[in-house]
């Protein structure tokens, strides 16, 4: 965000705060950034706040504004600080944590002083009266920490004219259209139910078919790219997890374990350690590797109630996972493998932009640093070799490796994080998993994790969103609706769906009792792709009259140019309907 327009969200955030503090004094006030689509301000307050409330406190902000008053910059002593926040608790513990010797700042504008590092607008006449909004209201607990009181958090948003704020609330407007959860509701294809548990998510079968879809391309890429499919068990004795390092390190995420014949074991969140047990049934040669296997398989982490959403964040999820085992000869290559089998399956599922990160070792961390090194420099020298701009991550990789994330963005230029490539030599070492070479004795292979749509669950939700539910025809849950324009025409249009299903496309006969112009409407508003309409006419000449969802009419024409063409479109996983 440029800085002129940080300063006046931050500004903002503090004519937000005066005005809530000036409908409600006992206020406890928390921070109020900048964010990259507005900004935001927490208080702890004696009542919810409603619309109306908004409302109110963005009037009062104009009010403000007009003051003309200039943000005045000060440094206070510890003492000073404490003396004049005492009665704001959220204030004096941020003043406690702050380092010794480092300034104390505040900002006052009118009668309003806020514990702040700036930066600010000169004064409020540089705030545009008209271009900002007060947007919702959310919950948010104080340091993100559920077990510290829950507050309300105030978000809005401003820009520098009118148009820019109409613009971006128009686009606000596109993406409340576009929310997975309203469409999936809509379209009745996933459900969740908290009879069945926060996070989980229940599959209805348009939803299925959609996943079904993207199972049996996602199969097929993998076997032509020379994976093998494999399929594990959703748990496994505890000690896997403390060899593994997961219990050390990951155990945050993990549920609490079961007992089973007087032994512990524990919910899977991650698919590796029981590849790896599969590599390690018999004695590998290194004219074995490289040695890809793939699995869509099930995993589960505990996330917290506040930060579930949706399907963008769960807590039972299937990853479309693969762990590749190599010799250290075939790493640099195996990893622009990867690279170019996931850039494929993103197109093919509609994605052509994206941002790509290279994250290195965090602060908590196993391995060597050498071997860390090792397998950074892996990662870069192939995504220089395939061209690919990349921005460091500093310090975000895993705990046993270093990794590439690839963030693709949607219709509305929206970043999602799905693909990861991660290299690790810590399990391989942990497991004690070797090949023997050439030279006859034994070596450690290096071992790649990746997962190219992240999860099947987040990855729907992303397709949802970036087609608004029109998926192209290739996953579309209906394929074809056919729509009898009389009674006379049910027996023929039967015939045609089993025609269509005998190839494996999806058509189901609407035999209701509404009338066509009804039918019609409904397959639309359900983005059926292809509402196809038989009269007396189309019958007896084994025709077919096609309209597609966009409401584009292409006529008459054989049941046969029909199939073919839809054969084509799906066959090709086509984006296009002709």
């Keep these: 965000m440029e800085e002129r327009l940080l300063k006046l969200r931050h500004s903002l955030s503090h004519v937000m705060a005066q005005a809530v503090l000036g409908k409600f004094p006992d206020a406890m006030l928390a921070i109020g950034p900048a964010i990259e689509e507005g900004f935001y301000y927490d208080f702890l307050l004696p009542r919810a706040l409603t619309p109306e409330d908004l409302q109110d406190i963005e009037q009062e902000m104009r009010k403000i504004i007009k003051g003309r008053h200039s943000f005045i910059r000060r440094e206070l002593s510890r003492e000073e600080a404490r003396k004049l926040f005492r009665n704001q608790r959220f204030k004096l513990e941020l003043i406690d944590e702050l380092p010794e010797g480092e300034p104390i ?4 504008h009118d009668t309003f002083t806020d ?13 545009p009266i008209n271009a900002f909004k007060l947007l919702e209201v959310s919950g948010a607990y104080w340091r993100g920490d559920e077990r510290n009181p829950q507050l309300q958090r105030i978000y809005g948003t401003a820009f520098f004219t009118k148009e820019e704020l109409d613009a971006y609330l ?13 469409l999936g509701k809509e379209l009745e294809l996933f459900h969740l139910s908290d009879e069945i548990g926060s996070g989980l ?9 959609v996943r079904s879809a993207l199972e049996e391309y996602w199969r097929s890429a993998h076997f032509k790219a020379g994976y093998s499919v494999v399929y594990s068990p959703h ?11 997961h219990w050390d390190f990951y155990r945050d995420n993990m549920y609490s374990p079961m007992e089973i014949d007087g032994q512990d074991y524990e919910l899977k969140p991650m698919n590796c350690p029981f590849h790896i047990q599969m590599y390690k049934m018999r004695n590998r040669s290194y004219r074995e590797l490289p040695l890809r296997w793939a699995e ?16 963008m964040r769960v807590r039972g999820f299937t990853q479309d996972d693969a762990h590749i085992f190599v010799t250290p000869e075939q790493l640099n290559q195996e990893i622009i493998n990867i690279l170019n089998l996931n850039l494929e399956i993103l197109r093919t599922c509609g994605f052509s932009e994206y941002d790509v990160f290279l994250s290195t070792m965090p602060q908590k961390h196993v391995g060597s640093d050498e071997n860390w090194q090792k397998a950074t420099d892996a990662l870069k020298a192939a995504l220089e070799k ?3 701009t990349y921005k460091i991550d500093p310090g975000e990789g895993v705990f046993y490796g270093p990794k590439i994330d690839i963030k693709i963005k949607d219709a509305l230029g929206r970043s999602w994080q799905c693909t990861t490539v991660q290299v690790d030599f810590n399990l391989p070492e942990r497991f004690h998993v070797t090949y023997v070479g050439g030279d006859g004795l034994e070596h450690q292979p290096i071992m790649i994790h990746r997962a190219l749509m992240g ?36 027996d023929y249009c039967r015939r045609v769906v089993v025609q269509l299903r005998d190839v494996g496309i999806r058509a189901e006969l609407d035999d209701g009792p509404d009338r066509m112009q009804k039918k019609i409407r409904t397959a639309q508003q359900e983005k059926v792709p292809y509402q196809v309409v038989v009269g007396q006419r189309e019958a007896e000449l084994g025709q077919v009259a096609v309209r597609l969802r966009t409401n584009e009419d292409l006529g008459p024409m054989p049941l046969s140019e029909f199939k073919s063409m839809l054969l084509r479109i799906i066959d090709g996983h086509s984006q296009a309907l002709k």
């Design 105 to 108: 700042t505040t900002y006052t």
């Design 201 to 209: 998510v229940l599959w209805l079968p348009k939803g299925a078919a």
């Design 386 to 388: 395939m061209g690919l």
């Design 296 to 311: 869509l398989g099930t995993v589960y982490r505990y996330e917290r109630g506040g930060v579930l959403h949706g399907l």
């Design 455 to 490: 999860s099947l669950e987040r990855f729907f939700g992303v397709l949802i969103e970036h087609y608004k539910g029109a998926f192209p025809v290739w996953m579309a849950p209906v394929q074809v609706r056919l729509i009898p324009v009389t009674d006379k025409q049910v």
């Design 170 to 182: 128009t686009r606000l407007e596109e993406i409340k259209e576009r929310d997975h959860r309203k």
């Design 115 to 127: 514990l702040c590092r700036g930066p600010h607008v000169d004064n409020t006449k540089d705030i």
């Design 235 to 245: 748990i496994a004795r505890l000690d896997l997890w403390k060899t593994s390092g």
